[in-house]
């Protein structure tokens, strides 16, 4: 499996992206395909996430800003990210997750920067 994240750059606090992230590969292998973040000096974390059958899950800080989608057609898992504050400034990952045997793909990052 590989996975292609997208979509970063920079924008103002109260400003949007949409990240993108392709899949290619074993695909249809993966139970769920999530976003993990990792802020400037600090651990990765997970921002989002959404399983095959396509029920999504948040972590607290995102939950009603974020909204993760994807379009199976196209192998695509979308973030879109609204009301961006500097505290969303981070590497974001595309992660591809098995659950027997556990297993995470990860793909390279994009960088997200907010300006206050």
């Known amino acids: 499996v590989q996975l292609q994240a997208s979509g970063g750059g920079l924008v103002q606090a109260g400003g949007s992206l949409r990240l993108s992230c392709a899949a290619s590969?074993?695909?249809?292998?993966?139970?769920?395909i999530a976003w993990y973040r990792q802020p400037p000096g600090k651990e990765r974390q997970f921002v989002a996430g959404?399983?095959?059958?396509?029920?999504?899950h948040y972590t607290d800080s995102v939950r009603g800003r974020f909204t993760i989608s994807r379009d199976n057609a196209l192998d695509t898992v979308y973030l879109q990210m609204n009301s961006l504050g500097p505290e969303d400034t981070a590497i974001y990952y595309c992660v591809g997750l098995i659950i027997t045997p556990p297993t995470h793909y990860w793909g390279p990052g994009t960088q997200v920067t907010v300006s206050s």
């Open positions: 959404i399983t095959k059958g396509g029920s999504t």
């Open positions: 590969g074993n695909v249809d292998s993966l139970n769920t």
